[in-house]
């Protein structure tokens, strides 16, 4: 069983940054592969970036591609999504996601690939 937490959601200004974190529980974390959601009221939940089991290998979605990058700290069992020159169609409750891989060329971007989640941490971003 793994457990996931989101913290470091807000408010902000369009055009300011957040970093968003997901603690993870699992004991063998380096094994999962894992990714950030996420869903704005009335919309359905969105892929937003994705990362494999060591970090080396990313993708992200073309809404935010060049704007969040998506990284790892496997010694802290942290996954991390850094957001930079957020807008307001990027307010959305985030989430974090994993699941194992059996290979760090694993990159899951459905949400129905993703066994564990965390409760969210809601991003508001004002115009």
């Known amino acids: 069983q793994v457990q996931l937490v989101e913290s470091g959601g807000g408010l902000v200004q369009a055009g300011g940054s957040l970093r968003l974190s997901c603690a993870a529980s699992a004991r063998t974390f380096s094994n999962y592969a894992m990714a950030w959601f996420r869903q704005a009221p009335g919309k359905e939940r969105e892929f937003v970036a994705a990362?494999?089991?060591?970090?080396?290998?990313?993708y992200c979605a073309d809404s935010v591609k060049g704007r969040f990058t998506i990284s790892r700290d496997n010694a802290k069992n942290t996954m991390y999504l850094h957001m930079n020159s957020l807008k307001p169609e990027d307010t959305a409750v985030y989430y974090c996601a994993a699941d194992l891989a059996y290979s760090d060329y694993i990159l899951m971007i459905i949400d129905d690939d993703y066994n564990y989640w965390g409760q969210g941490t809601q991003v508001t971003v004002s115009s």
């Open positions: 990362i494999s089991w060591s970090g080396g290998n990313t």
